[in-house]
């Protein structure tokens, strides 16, 4: 069974920094990209960026290139976000989703999300 | 990049179809045959839902069906249910550096 397990909830303060991470199974995980989307507390869903275990492609959307850094480590099948510098309006739901390397294709499956609250 | 155009709500009554429409532009929807759709419960994660404007995932009932013309993708949902009750998120493919941009959202309300 195809799962993304994404790391636990995550209470931090601002100016702190935060690496959350999503592990794929039961697939091979360099055949898909991962993405990431960020949901704020009662608002749509946002795509941030998208990350190829491949060759380490990366495509950024613009709200988000300079704001985090997505990464993998193919031994353990996991992608990684991360932020230098959190801000209280980094407060959201993260999911980690993957899509075939394929034009087009959707995210087929996604992680339970991880949720990110900055407060001082 | 601006989020594709949804209605914030639709309702219907149980055994009712529903449409939703999701408005573009030519550089995603209008351009490309790769729209999806999403559906998210309260407190979930989203759940792929239709591919490509209107091909299922195996497991998706035939009560949702997707379709497109011009710049408006569009999702019906036939036969509601009560746990269709629910928010849907439409997108589209916008090119090989932004590759996605997600729809607005539009909440489902089953009468």
């Known amino acids: 069974e195809v799962q993304l397990v994404q790391s636990g909830a995550e209470l931090k303060k601002p100016g702190e920094s935060l690496k959350i991470s999503c592990k794929g199974v039961?697939?091979?995980?360099?055949?898909?990209?991962i993405g990431w989307v960020r949901q704020m507390p009662g608002k749509g869903l946002e795509w941030m960026g998208i990350?190829?275990?491949?060759?380490?492609?990366?495509r950024y959307s613009p709200s988000f290139h300079d704001q985090v850094v997505m990464s993998v480590d193919n031994s353990i099948n996991t992608a990684y976000l991360q932020w230098s510098s959190l801000q209280a309006s980094d407060t959201a739901m993260y999911y980690c989703?993957?899509?075939?390397?394929?034009?087009?294709?959707?995210?087929?499956?996604w992680g339970p999300g991880t949720l990110v609250t900055v407060s001082s | 990049q601006s989020a594709l155009t949804q209605p914030r709500s639709v309702s219907g009554s149980p055994g009712q179809s529903v449409t939703i429409p999701c408005t573009g532009t030519?550089?995603?929807?209008?351009?490309?045959?790769?729209v999806s759709w999403y559906q998210q419960h309260p407190g979930k994660a989203p759940k792929l839902l239709i591919f490509?404007?209107?091909q299922r995932p195996s497991g998706v009932p035939d009560r949702f069906s997707g379709s497109k013309s011009g710049a408006t993708a569009s999702l019906t949902i036939s036969g509601l249910q009560a746990d269709d009750e629910a928010e849907y998120y439409c997108c589209s493919y916008a090119g090989t550096y932004i590759p996605f941009v997600f729809g607005s959202g539009t909440q489902v309300s089953v009468l």
């Open positions: 989703g993957r899509r075939r390397m394929v034009q087009g294709a959707p995210f087929d499956s």
């Open positions: 039961g697939y091979r995980f360099i055949d898909y990209w």
């Open positions: 490509d404007v209107s």
């Open positions: 990350f190829s275990p491949r060759d380490s492609d990366t």
């Open positions: 030519s550089s995603d929807v209008g351009g490309y045959n790769f």
